[in-house]
């Protein structure tokens, strides 16, 4: 409808329209101009986590309007989130996988809208540690956050899944004692997972944190160890963070301050 009322000229009138229009235009476009594409969205933090703050904070509704692809944990720390190609998936200690609700809720999870940017072809035996060194290659720089995609075929892998907690809760590594590990051999999956760099240190872990989910969806859990025969690796480059913070007593009253990077490797290291 053209703008147009007694008293201002008609070619005032139109370039007013114009630029209304382009404002609208803007409008549309500023999510992509602005990277959201390439956005890691956060809830919560790794400290808060480690501290004990088990209580969900966000549903998994309001998670998956932040992406399609991720990892976390649920409410009580009950078990392994996954995120692959928009559904998401809860491993529980009980060794199984089931799919999650919208009114589920997560006390800490990282999703992303995944969209590679690199795809390469790994054929022979890599181990974990092999994987990693090789992906540490292949970055253009350490200072942006990554999300990374293995499909393929694996001899070996090892996952570990918490159970649920009961309050008052502990603090995670002591969670984790009471955890489950499980062990797959020639298996078909997905390794979902992000890197992040070191100065994130008490937002999330420094580096690699990898979750893992079999091809028919029925097990999977915490990365562990892994060796595979053949795979793909995808590749996707977040140069955005978003992050949403807890509004609970626990979040508000843990002392995230406290050093938490000892913790944290014990809690994501391989139990022999």
Do not use: C
């Not at 603090?171 to 004692?177: H, I, K, N, V, Y």
């Amino acid at each position: 409808m053209a703008i147009f009322k007694p008293g201002i000229s008609q070619a005032r009138a139109a370039a007013i329209e114009r630029l209304l229009s382009t404002m609208l235009l803007l409008m549309l476009l500023l999510p992509t101009a602005l990277g959201a594409d390439d956005a890691l969205f956060q809830t919560s933090t790794i400290n808060a986590l480690m501290m004990g703050d088990f209580y969900g904070s966000m549903s998994l509704k309001e998670l998956k309007s932040h992406g399609d692809f991720g990892l976390g944990t649920l409410d009580r720390l009950d078990g392994e989130l996954v995120g692959l190609d928009g559904e998401f998936y809860q491993v529980k200690s009980d060794g199984n996988v089931y799919p999650v609700n919208d009114t589920a809720t997560t006390p800490f999870a990282e999703v992303a809208f995944f969209k590679a940017e690199d795809n390469i072809s790994l054929n022979g035996t890599y181990n974990l540690t092999q994987i990693e060194s090789y992906l540490d290659s292949k970055r253009p720089t350490r200072n942006i956050f990554y999300a990374i995609r293995i499909d393929g075929i694996f001899e070996y892998v090892k996952t570990r899944v918490p159970e649920a907690q009961r309050e008052p809760y502990p603090r995670l590594t002591e969670a984790l004692g009471t955890q489950k590990i499980f062990q797959f051999n020639n298996t078909t999956g997905t390794v979902i997972g992000f890197w992040w760099p070191s100065y994130a240190e008490g937002i999330n872990v420094p580096g690699y944190h990898l979750h893992f989910i079999t091809g028919n969806r029925s097990a999977g859990g915490h990365l562990l160890d892994i060796r595979l025969h053949r795979a793909t690796v995808a590749i996707d480059e977040l140069t955005e963070l978003d992050m949403a913070l807890p509004n609970d007593k626990a979040f508000y009253q843990a002392d995230l301050s406290e050093d938490q990077q000892a913790a944290v490797r014990k809690a994501e290291s391989n139990p022999k």
